[in-house]
């Protein structure tokens, strides 16, 4: 690996793990920051650029490896009269998330972390991603709201699947999950 590309890795990493031990230190300080309605009301003090700053939480939230719905379920609560437009940038803040960490896991060194750290779990998913329901597995994975998208996208970004079928299926399952997420609060809440 030439020197500039060692350089950048380590700052990324280290940029990765500041943002990793704070989010945690804050959340072991203040677990209750964190719930959605905090969330909201944290969002709701920047009216002029509120939809950037969401924006920008979700799409940088991969790589804290904290789960996208206390974020779509806060942007429910403070535009609940926008369903939609929480939905729409919601989901192209996931998918953001989603390409930053199948483009740059090799460079982070993900991929050398969780080879190491769980190299089973990487190799049942890396079977299941290189199996013709790839695509399928990838969508499911990505719906479902015990298992983290983040997982399955280090994993794609390894093996380099092939990119547009990669995001056209984190796609699919998180429009479904988030539109649950989106609609379903608004009429609980509503």
């Not at 989010?23 to 072991?28: D, K, N, Q, V």
């Not at 799409?59 to 806060?74: H, Q």
Request: aromatic residues 16%; charged residues 15%.
């Amino acid at each position: 690996m030439k020197t500039g590309t060692k350089i950048i890795r380590y700052f990324f990493v280290a940029v990765w793990i500041l943002v990793i031990v704070g989010g945690i230190a804050a959340y072991l300080r203040d677990p209750s920051r964190f719930a959605p309605e905090n969330i909201a009301a944290f969002l709701n003090e920047f009216q002029g650029p509120i939809w950037l700053i969401y924006l920008f939480l979700s799409a940088v939230r991969g790589f804290t490896l904290l789960p996208s719905t206390p974020l779509v379920i806060a942007g429910t609560l403070l535009f609940p009269e926008q369903p939609w437009t929480v939905l729409a940038i919601s989901i192209f803040g996931i998918l953001i998330s989603s390409s930053m960490i199948y483009w740059f896991s090799d460079l982070l060194g993900f991929d050398e972390y969780f080879e190491s750290k769980k190299p089973l779990h990487v190799e049942k998913i890396r079977k299941r991603l290189e199996h013709p329901f790839g695509l399928a597995f990838v969508a499911l994975w990505a719906f479902f709201p015990l298992v983290p998208t983040d997982a399955v996208c280090y994993v794609a970004g390894t093996i380099r699947m092939h990119f547009l079928k990669f995001i056209i299926a984190v796609f699919v399952g998180e429009l479904v999950l988030c539109s649950i997420y989106v609609f379903a609060a608004g009429r609980i809440l509503g």
